[in-house]
């Protein structure tokens, strides 16, 4: 029998191939590979940089997606595309990693009164999620259970630790600058954690532009009133509109932030962890904290 690299091999066993686990974008997939280790194959569908929240597959992402075990998906809303996707991929079972946890509510515009969806931006969300992973893993695949186990007590070891050390960080912020101004409102999380008030252009980039001459004007306004010096934008959208706010409102444009998606291996976020850490010094350095 000839030996392809699969689990087994060379064992005199039958050879096992990996699974394969697709998840709908680049930060799933980052945790979800820091359980699986190297018992199962982790695809994001979409690819670093993307924009997750309208993404429009392609003929061949359903291609690629073909024989795959299991979706994590976020849920809460995120991927308006999730449901026309697997309708069209077949029967391959999914999980949801947000179950469990209770979402913040978005407070404006047409999306008020529905979850905010960005839950991983807590660390202490990113648990469940972990959590989540683990057990979807150890059901698909029981005999690396042991291997599953192991790789998310580790990585939610990793997780707290970066919880607390942001919780640090972000609390040196003089009191009269913690105010958080981005394009879009993803950071309602880690605002909560970390004592921080928010504003922002729009709710959701599902219906992201640059910014309504109302939006633009309330958060111009915010800015103006809380003497904030420092206004930001996402990494997956224009900053046009946020760039104006800096200008009208006296503010400094402090920089781009990362949500929805990372980068590449050779760019700024590769892994979910470093996201919240490059994020967090972004902010400490537009708003005047310490890092």
């Keep these: 029998m000839r030996c392809d690299g699969g689990i087994g091999c060379g064992s005199g066993r039958p050879i096992l191939r990996k ?3 697709l998840t709908t974008f680049t930060i799933l997939a980052d945790m979800a590979q820091n359980v699986a280790g190297d018992r199962l194959n982790v695809v994001s569908i979409t690819k670093p940089g993307a924009e997750i929240h309208g993404y429009q597959f392609t003929p061949s992402d359903l291609v690629n997606a073909r024989g795959a075990s299991l979706i994590l998906n976020n849920g809460l809303g995120l991927e308006l595309w999730f449901e026309k996707f697997t309708r069209q991929l077949g029967q391959v079972p999914s999980v949801t990693l947000t179950d469990g946890i209770k979402p913040v509510n978005i407070s404006a515009d047409a999306y008020k009164g529905k979850p905010n969806p960005h839950a991983w931006m807590s660390p ?3 648990l469940v999620y972990v959590e989540n992973i683990r057990k979807a893993f150890v059901k698909l695949d029981p005999a690396g259970a042991k291997t599953f186990n192991a790789n998310a007590k580790a990585y939610s070891a990793k ?6 050390r942001l ?8 009191k009269n600058q913690r105010a958080l101004v981005t394009c879009e409102g993803a950071f309602s999380y880690l605002t909560r ?3 921080l008030s928010e504003h922002y252009l729009w709710p959701v980039n599902a219906e992201e532009g640059q910014g309504t001459p109302r939006q633009i004007k309330g958060v111009i306004d915010a800015v103006r009133a809380g003497k904030i010096p420092a206004v930001f934008c996402e990494s997956t959208v224009p900053t046009r509109g946020m760039q104006q706010v800096a200008r009208e409102a006296g503010a400094r444009f402090g920089g781009v932030l990362y949500v929805d998606s990372l980068t ?11 996201l919240l850490q490059k994020d967090a010094d972004t902010i400490l350095r537009g708003l005047g904290g310490q890092k």
Excluded: F
Aim: a positive charge; zero cysteines; glycine letters at 8%.
């Design 19 to 21: 699974k394969t686990v």
């Design 124 to 126: 202490k969300n990113a």
């Design 159 to 164: 997780i707290r630790a970066v919880d607390a």
């Design 167 to 174: 919780k640090t960080q972000l609390a040196s912020l003089p």
């Design 193 to 195: 954690d970390y004592g």
């Design 264 to 274: 590449d291996a050779g760019g700024p976020v590769p892994t979910y962890l470093t």
